[in-house]
């Protein structure tokens, strides 16, 4: 499956509407603005049946770098944007046939 675009979801609102594309990619841009200057400022951000969106603070850390396993890496404390899916969107989510998240299975190598 392939990701949902920006330009994909002007195109889905410019055929079920009609408006012209550039009035559509101005509103699509602008909410999307609207949505990130809140979660910049640490404001959740709640739409209705679908989800909420909120600024979580991860506590600082320590990792290890792959390549190098010896060495420590001191993981900063950061600011992430955690989601929670609405009612319906769970809903949906139930009905999602698995099987076809599921990356196909690896031929074993025989030696």
Known sequence: MSNLTKREIVLEIYRKTGFPQKQVVD????????IQNA??????????????LEVQVRKQ??????NKPAAE??????????FKSGKILKQQLKLLDLTKLLPPPRAKLEI
């Open 27 to 34: 509103i699509v841009q602008q909410t999307l603005d609207i």
């Open 39 to 52: 979660l910049a400022a640490a404001r959740s951000v709640e739409l209705r049946n679908f989800g909420v």
């Open 61 to 66: 850390r320590i990792g290890r770098n792959p």
């Open 73 to 82: 890496v001191v993981i900063p404390r950061r600011a992430v944007v955690k």
